[in-house]
């Protein structure tokens, strides 16, 4: 059943838009992939474009309305006759008409209100790129984070080798009767914990797939992978100092942008608000017919002819007093701008405050980095005399274990150092220069 509702699902979807997952994925494919189809970037795509219908619709305002109307009417005892005389009797009336009005002046609040569809279009936008934006720093992150717990498994791995050959060199010394039952039964327990921690490594590693597959809205994620990379840090990284980035950083981020624009808008809801205080001037034009079914001996054409009519007028509204709805109008418009000066303040502070965590980040990984380096060659160095020793019969097992455990925790600590320092300079340089790149 599973099976089915899979198919079934995967042929609903169109055919350019199913995955290829014949080849392992490039942290490039994968984030195209994010950004034509996780469901965050996808709405936003679709709040800009109703956007963009706004627009649209305040350009047109200008033009005139026009309308046809079409009326059937019955009346029954004394009614007007088509004579313009009362008289008694069922008449019935049919109208015909069209009529076109045009606002000329509305206080400037139609070319206002354009000016403000025009910048909400814009500031929509930019919020689609920051949605962009957020998208690739995720996948990127995920995509770290499996080549991460790539490189546990391989650690993992190597640990159950190291004990499989132990068992097996203890299980040829047993025979020969240089070991014990006891060693050779406390390596087993040793080889048997390492699977374990094998089998929970690529547990882990299918997990991190699986996140970084349902980030990128794949309708399937089996035989997903990706192009594995060696996360190893980047040498001779000039970070800057937070400050250069954030100078350079507010004047390009999309968040910024669509804040910035959105207080521009606001001068535009004021003036809008402003406008009920002029007066309004609009045209209006129409014609129409009139038949008239008894009270009248012309025929139908004939009376559609003579009752045709046309009109046309101006008129001018005077706002005289409209209880102060305009005067709060326009206090409520201001209040708005100064809550959106707070709104830009506020995501300006939100971006310092990022880069300087990322900055941070970036800093303590290296050391970390640096330090996980000098830790892991001195493990390795530790586990090989011990090991030597271990096999001449000058160290226990416990030892043995001990000096193999410390190595294995260095070189898992190196890994997740240098994944960490991976990630956080890429993020010091999407924020420097709006790419990112591993």
């Given at each position: 059943m599973k099976a089915l509702l899979l198919a079934l699902a995967l042929l609903a979807q169109p055919t350019d838009?199913?995955?290829?997952?014949s080849h392992p994925w490039s942290l490039k494919e994968c984030t195209q992939w994010a950004l034509e189809h996780n469901l965050t970037v996808v709405g936003q795509r679709l709040q800009a474009e109703n956007r963009n219908v706004e627009r649209n619709t305040a350009e047109m305002s200008w033009l005139p309305s026009l309308n046809g109307q079409v009326s059937e009417n019955m009346s029954f005892g004394r009614g007007l006759g088509g004579n313009n005389t009362y008289e008694?009797?069922?008449?019935?009336?049919?109208?015909?008409?069209?009529?076109?009005?045009?606002?000329?002046?509305?206080?400037?609040?139609?070319?206002?209100?354009i000016k403000l569809a025009r910048i909400n279009l814009d500031a929509a936008t930019e919020d689609l790129e920051k949605a962009r934006d957020d998208i690739r720093v995720a996948v990127a992150k995920a995509y770290v984070q499996v080549l991460y717990n790539l490189e546990i498994e391989d650690v993992a791995r190597h640990q159950v080798s190291i004990d499989s050959l132990q068992v097996e060199r203890l299980s040829g010394m047993m025979g020969v009767g240089k070991s014990s039952k006891a060693q050779l039964s406390q390596q087993k327990?040793?080889?048997?914990?390492?699977?374990?921690?094998?089998?929970?490594?690529?547990?882990?590693?299918?997990?991190?797939?699986?996140?970084?597959?349902?980030?990128?809205?794949?309708p399937s994620w089996d035989g997903f992978s990706i192009v594995r990379i060696t996360p190893d840090a980047p040498s001779n990284i000039v970070l800057g100092h937070p400050d250069d980035i954030y100078a350079d950083a507010v004047m390009d981020r999309p968040s910024i942008k669509a804040e910035e624009l959105r207080l521009q808008g606001t001068e535009r809801s004021i003036e809008i608000a402003k406008s009920g205080y002029y007066p309004s001037l609009s045209l209006s034009a129409g014609l129409g017919t009139n038949y008239y079914s008894t009270f009248w001996t012309a025929g139908f054409w004939d009376q559609?002819?003579?009752?045709?009519?046309q009109y046309v007028g101006l008129s001018l509204n005077i706002p005289i007093f409209n209880k102060f709805q305009v005067r709060n109008q326009?206090?409520?418009?201001?209040?708005?701008?100064?809550?959106?000066?707070?709104?830009?303040?506020?995501?300006?502070?939100?971006?310092?405050?990022?880069?300087?965590?990322a900055w941070n980040g970036a800093v303590a990984a290296q050391a970390k980095y640096d330090a996980s380096i000098e830790a892991s060659a001195a493990a390795q160095d530790a586990f090989s005399l011990v090991e030597a020793r271990y096999e001449a019969g000058a160290a226990t097992i416990t030892e043995f274990s001990d000096?193999?455990?410390?190595m294995m925790k260095a070189q898992s600590d190196l890994v997740q150092a240098s994944c960490e320092y991976l990630f956080q300079t890429a993020l010091v340089g999407f924020y420097r220069t709006g790419t990112l790149e591993l």
């Open positions: 838009s199913l995955p290829d997952l008694y009797g069922n008449s019935a009336t049919t109208g015909f008409s069209v009529g076109s009005s045009m606002t000329l002046f509305d206080g400037l609040a139609t070319p206002n209100r327990a040793s080889l048997a914990q390492s699977k374990v921690t094998l089998v929970q490594a690529q547990n882990n590693v299918r997990a991190a797939v699986l996140d970084l597959a349902q980030l990128l809205e794949l559609l002819g003579a009752n045709f009519a326009v206090r409520s418009a201001k209040i708005q701008q100064e809550a959106q000066k707070t709104q830009l303040r506020r995501v300006q502070q939100s971006l310092y405050k990022e880069i300087y965590q000096a193999r455990n410390r």
